[in-house]
């Protein structure tokens, strides 16, 4: 079992940019919930997925949007990049209440 | 006040010390994830627990739910164990992060 894979790992982008991250969850998984980390931050909830839809968002703008498809795999979209968007983003998958991290993918808006 | 707080938050130990980090919350959980975090990003989930304690080799946490307060040891403690320890109990399908322990454990 692969766990949770991301892409890719590193990414730059410049303001304005668009940009889409992919999340593969863990073997058995239906859920994928999605986090920024700045700097010297500790993770912020984005939102969380499930039967491909989101079923709960915390406090991002709507440029930041989801998928998820029917394997469970999902994607993040983020619109308009501001240099604020740097940071490290997380993917966890989950069954239950238990959730499973990705290595993340690190974004440099600049 | 935050919903979940964690102390301390920075420990330094020698090698061989036991350690414990504590972690309190104010909200309604249905369970609560100790997770390691290494310099570099990667997020280990290292337990969830809703009751009781739970010990994975040199690690112990316990959750005593009536309390609201849950904690995190290890035993012989170890220079690999340096991370960052975060609390993080569930609240509805979301995690509530505390601002997490780093921890130093000197050779």
């Known amino acids: 079992d692969a766990g949770v894979t991301q892409s890719p790992t590193h990414l730059i982008k410049t303001r304005g940019q668009q940009v889409t991250l992919r999340c593969s969850p863990k073997s058995g998984h239906d859920t994928v919930s999605w986090y920024q980390q700045a700097l010297g931050q500790g993770p912020q909830f984005i939102f969380q997925?499930?039967?491909?839809?989101?079923?709960q968002r915390g406090n991002f703008p709507d440029r930041f949007s989801g998928h998820q498809f029917p394997n469970y795999s999902s994607e993040l979209n983020v619109n308009a990049l501001l240099l604020g968007d740097s940071a490290l983003y997380l993917c966890?998958?989950?069954?239950?209440?238990?959730?499973?991290f990705g290595p993340g993918t690190r974004l440099t808006v600049l | 006040k935050n919903e979940v707080e964690q102390s301390p938050q920075n420990l330094t130990a020698q090698e061989g010390e036991f350690i414990t980090i504590n972690c309190s919350y104010s909200?309604?959980?249905?369970?609560l994830h100790w997770l390691q975090q290494h310099p570099g990003g990667g997020i280990v989930s290292l337990f969830m627990?809703?009751?009781?304690?739970k010990k994975h080799g040199r690690l112990i946490a316990t959750i005593n739910i009536q309390e609201k307060h849950s904690s995190l040891h290890i035993t012989a403690s170890h220079p690999r164990d340096s991370a960052v320890y975060i609390c993080a109990p569930t609240k509805g399908y979301q995690l509530i992060w505390g601002a997490g322990t780093k921890l130093i454990i000197k050779p």
């Open positions: 966890a998958s989950s069954q239950t209440n238990e959730q499973f």
């Open positions: 909200v309604g959980i249905s369970a």
């Open positions: 997925y499930y039967e491909e839809e989101e079923r």
């Open positions: 627990l809703s009751s009781g304690k």
